[in-house]
């Protein structure tokens, strides 16, 4: 049985939130030094911007050049081979860089006599639609005549339909380096080949996965897995660059998730001047949102409305009445049987629209 002393303790620590604001640290400090609260209000600083990936490199075609030119096939394939390089390039968006990366394989291959192999590379090129690079120009009639036969194969072929669904609905699709080519569930008509689909939404990790679209067409279902912090911070400053609300329901469930925060308050500037505004999220979800000029009575309005605490509880509903009566019981040798639980908080953000 806990003593007395010990239920004291345990009553007098109410729950944790932090604090934050939208670019004021300063203001974030005043927040957080609310009296006559009884949770633990603790300041935190906004999560710093996460370096994006590094961009795929051009290294690999630059040295498959060089090695074509010296008629040096073998290294030429050797350095281009890596098919997941070439969907890794897709979903980052290089499109350019794949498009130079095939129509090299192309070249290597047609240099080292596999014309079924250029064919494959060709055909994959065709099926991306993507436009012939630049550097074309200094390849053989041979590759060029290859390149540009294919792509009318390519072309006549009536297309396939491939269907995409996730396991967060309403996900960003991204095909073959195209952006917000739809949302998911969904269907697009494509030309039959490998494809790359990287399939993204606020709060997850981005799936990706080459897909395989045959005449009667393909059907893929891509499972989403949680944001880390990291992650969840960029896409908090991605969201904030495009001049989303900083109190913003898909914003604050991001926050949550970078700062590990099941209780959070962020405050800042309205758009009513000498006017503060805030909100209270509990599990990445808006609990209150509320306006006042002075940011302690903000942070006390949130804590209420978003039933944190009731600021007129009865006598008998509170808890050093019954720390009393326990510690009555005790001097009395009365027999008294408290339990008091202290459950882990379980932090638990779910992204909502």
């Not at 050797?78 to 890596?82: A, G």
């Not at 041979?142 to 006549?156: G, T, Y």
């Not at 326990?326 to 908080?345: D, H, K, M, N």
């Given at each position: 049985m806990l003593t007395p002393a010990l239920l004291l303790v345990l009553a007098?620590?109410?729950?944790?939130?932090?604090?934050?604001?939208?670019?004021?640290?300063?203001?974030a400090n005043e927040a957080a030094a609310t009296p006559n609260v009884p949770v633990s209000l603790t300041t935190l600083a906004a999560p710093a911007a996460q370096p994006a990936p590094d961009e795929p490199s051009t290294e690999p075609?630059?040295?498959?050049r060089k090695a074509w030119v010296s008629a040096d096939f073998a290294k030429c394939q050797?350095?281009?081979?890596?098919d997941g390089a070439i969907v890794a390039a897709l979903n980052a968006n290089a499109r350019s860089l794949v498009s130079r990366t095939l129509a090299w394989r192309v070249a290597c291959k047609l240099g080292a006599r596999q014309p079924d192999g250029a064919r494959r590379d060709a055909e994959w090129l065709a099926a991306l639609q993507l436009p012939f690079p630049e550097d074309v120009g200094v390849m053989t009639?041979?590759?060029?005549?290859?390149?540009?036969?294919?792509?009318?194969?390519?072309?006549?072929?009536p297309r396939s339909s491939l269907s995409v669904t996730s396991t967060m609905p309403g996900a960003s699709v991204t095909f073959d380096g195209r952006p917000d080519a739809c949302i998911t569930p969904c269907t697009m008509n494509v030309a039959a080949g490998v494809h790359a689909l990287k399939v993204s939404?606020?709060?997850?990790?981005?799936?990706?996965?080459?897909?395989?679209?045959?005449?009667?067409?393909?059907?893929?279902?891509?499972?989403?897995?949680?944001?880390?912090?990291?992650?969840a911070a960029r896409q908090w400053h991605q969201r904030r660059a495009r001049g989303t609300a900083f109190d913003e329901g898909t914003s604050l469930a991001l926050l949550s998730i970078a700062l590990r925060s099941a209780r959070l308050i962020v405050v800042?500037?309205?758009e009513t001047p000498n006017v503060l505004r805030g909100a209270l999220s509990i599990d990445g979800v808006v609990q209150a949102r509320g306006e006042r000029e002075d940011v302690q009575a903000l942070v006390q309005d949130l804590l209420v409305r978003g039933k944190v605490y009731e600021p007129d509880v009865p006598l008998w509903k509170r808890w050093p009445f019954w720390v009393?009566?326990?510690?009555?019981?005790?001097?009395?040798?009365?027999?008294?049987?408290?339990?008091?639980?202290?459950?882990?908080?379980?932090?638990?953000?779910?992204i909502r629209p």
């Open positions: 007098a620590e109410g729950p944790r939130v932090g604090v934050v604001s939208a670019g004021d640290e300063k203001l075609v630059v040295l498959a050797q350095l281009l081979e890596d009639p041979d590759v060029e005549a290859l390149l540009a036969e294919v792509r009318r194969q390519v072309d006549s072929q939404a606020d709060g997850y990790s981005p799936q990706v996965k080459a897909v395989t679209v045959g005449a009667t067409g393909a059907t893929v279902e891509l499972s989403l897995l949680p944001a880390d912090p990291p992650l800042g500037p309205s009393a009566v326990g510690v009555a019981a005790v001097a009395t040798a009365v027999t008294t049987g408290v339990l008091v639980s202290r459950l882990p908080i379980i932090t638990k953000v779910v």
